[in-house]
């Protein structure tokens, strides 16, 4: 990357009309601990035209048509601004609309995207079951085609339960699997769609998570319609949306998620007993470690791995710095971190998950047993 595409970068940065990062500002962890909407709207909304909120994306979809090297170069450029939390519409910027460029027909890339990227809808990601999480394909949430619903090509009537769709409750679309045809075995039996979150039949519940916020969701699904226009991918093939969507996630769940920055840690630790310091000396070389590991290898579930066990140290050295201060103010932003890191061992698949592909995938160990792979879905015993 050269000094002149920074250079250009910054320059028409200069010219979107965004406020400058106020000095001391601080920004939020994977949006823990807000629930504004309105921020992050008003900064995608001024970003949208140029494109710079979705760097990766092609031009024709809005994009810059930028390689992962460039657009990191625009992201530090962004972080100069006062960039609020821009978590809720992650799913649509980093998860849904990738996948859409992947697997979504021209059509209906045209049809979302726009609102994708200027952030005027929000997107869920309606994967998860109560019985199905790492074993996502074990979904049981069923789609059926029904012919006098949704547009000529007909349309579908799903019915199941989702939860801990994140941002499910002010999300206007969700990118859903559901499964419609139980009888080959349970990878090939599962269809994409987008369903539109308004439609009767959806019912969305907000669950309340340890570090006080509630943003996620139970969400009910009780015959609610969806078009065939919707549907993301030929039927069958949902689970290849799927593995796009969640190796998106892996990488989007890497670092640079915002949170108290190492210069603050470096502050708490300045005064620090030497067995602290010792301790600090072990985060930075994560912290260090992470972010050489991340410009060599682009591999997602090593980085996610690496990613949650550096947050989780940063925090607990954080929390013990501080003392009893350290949980005794809710707001507080490392009380905040500290409370929200253990979710990242389990979001986006837990670590063990990361660990097995990373050993299966990337090392060529022998697999895990996985009896119920070839077997229909419909004669898997099941509790
Ligand atoms: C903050 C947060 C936000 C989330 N947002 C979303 C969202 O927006 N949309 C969505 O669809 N989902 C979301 N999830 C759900 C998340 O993807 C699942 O929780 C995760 O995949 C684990 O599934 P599970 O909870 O069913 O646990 P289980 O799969 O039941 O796992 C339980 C335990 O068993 C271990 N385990 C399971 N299988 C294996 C194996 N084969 N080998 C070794 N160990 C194993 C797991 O590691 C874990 O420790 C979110 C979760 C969190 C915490």
């Known amino acids: 990357v050269t000094a002149d595409f920074r250079a250009s970068v910054r320059s028409a940065l200069a010219g979107a ?21 309105s921020a992050g709207r008003a900064f995608l909304a001024a970003l949208a035209e140029g494109g710079w909120a979705v760097p990766t994306w092609p031009v024709a979809a809005g994009g810059l048509g930028l390689d992962a090297e460039h657009a990191a170069v625009v992201n530090q450029e962004l972080a100069a601004f006062d960039v609020p939390d821009l978590y809720p519409f992650m799913v649509g910027l980093a998860l849904v609309g990738p996948t859409l460029l992947t697997h979504g027909s021209a059509e209906q890339q045209r049809r979302w995207l726009p609102a994708i ?36 090509a007909g349309g579908w009537r799903v019915t199941g339960q989702k939860v801990w769709s994140s941002r499910a409750h002010y999300s206007r679309w969700g990118l859903l699997l559901a499964r419609t045809d139980p009888s080959v075995p349970k990878h ?20 309340r998570q340890m570090n006080g916020d509630a943003h996620f969701n139970q969400v009910f699904l009780d015959d609610a319609p969806v078009a065939d226009a919707d549907r993301i991918g030929p039927v069958g093939g949902g689970w290849a949306v799927a593995i796009t969507t969640l190796m998106h996630e892996r990488g989007a769940l890497g670092p640079g998620a915002g949170g108290p920055s190492r ?9 620090a007993d030497p067995v602290a310091r010792q301790r600090l000396a072990g985060v930075v070389s994560r912290l260090e470690v992470g972010r050489w590991t991340q410009s060599r290898v682009r591999e997602g579930s090593g980085a996610k791995l690496r990613g949650s066990a550096t947050v989780k140290a ?8 501080l003392g009893p201060a350290g949980m005794l103010d809710p707001h507080g932003e490392w009380q905040t971190l500290f409370l929200t890191a253990p979710s ?30 070839e077997v229909p879905f419909d004669q898997v015993p099941r509790p």
Do not use: H, Y
């Not at 769609?193 to 009767?200: G, K, L």
């Open 17 to 37: 009309g965004l406020a400058p990062r106020p000095a001391g500002g601080r920004t939020t962890f994977l949006g823990a601990g807000t629930d504004d909407l």
């Open 263 to 271: 210069r603050q840690l470096l502050a708490l630790a300045a005064a």
């Open 188 to 207: 090939r039996g599962i269809t994409a769609f987008a369903i539109d979150m308004t439609v009767p039949g959806v019912v969305v519940r907000p669950l």
């Open 314 to 321: 940063m925090a607990d050295l954080a929390v013990d710095l």
């Open 117 to 152: 990227r200027d952030g005027s809808q929000i997107w869920c990601q309606l994967f998860s079951e109560p019985d199905a999480g790492s074993d996502l394909a074990g979904l049981t949430t069923r789609a059926v085609r029904d012919d006098d619903g949704g547009d000529e």
């Open 344 to 373: 990242l061992s389990i979001r986006g698949g837990t670590d063990e998950i990361q660990r097995n592909i990373v050993g299966e995938r990337v090392l060529g160990l022998p697999p895990e047993p996985r009896p119920d792979k």
